[in-house]
């Protein structure tokens, strides 16, 4: 598909599946993937919304690609890097490929937030994840 036949789309996160890992290594996370070659009609981005519930949390990994989070509800702690940061309802984080990081949900709400690669699919991004600190 090229940039010419791509045709503006419009889909409401309801109508598309949930994903997700619930794994000692991994975390235990849910998602809906919005955008992606071979599961919409696009590409050059793949993004979606991530949902943490009460102590949730997306393993520290690393991924060639940058990303960026926006947190849509909920508060959480993102680590980048070695640092950490409490994160809330319209905090942008930006990160760098390859920059180690995870997040966790805190409080009592979940933790929801919108996600973003600028790859073509989310197959194209090959998570290294680390392993939990001591």
Not at 46 to 74: F, I, K, M, N, Q
Not at 108 to 128: H, I, N, Q
């Amino acid at each position: 598909m090229s940039d010419q036949t791509l045709k503006p789309l419009v889909i409401n996160e309801t109508e598309r599946p949930i994903d997700g890992w619930d794994d000692p290594e991994r975390g235990r996370v849910r998602w809906r993937t919005l955008f992606s070659k071979g599961v919409s009609a696009s590409e050059g981005v793949t993004c979606g919304v991530a949902l943490l519930g009460p102590g949730d949390w997306l393993a520290r990994h690393r991924h060639a690609p940058p990303e960026v989070y926006y947190v849509v509800e909920g508060a959480g702690n993102v680590f980048l890097e070695g640092a950490e940061r409490r994160v809330g309802p319209g905090d942008s984080v930006f990160i760098p490929g390859m920059a180690l990081h995870g997040i966790s949900q805190v409080g009592e709400a979940p933790l929801k937030f919108f996600y973003v690669f600028g790859v073509d699919s989310f197959d194209d991004v090959t998570y290294l994840f680390s392993p939990p600190p001591r």
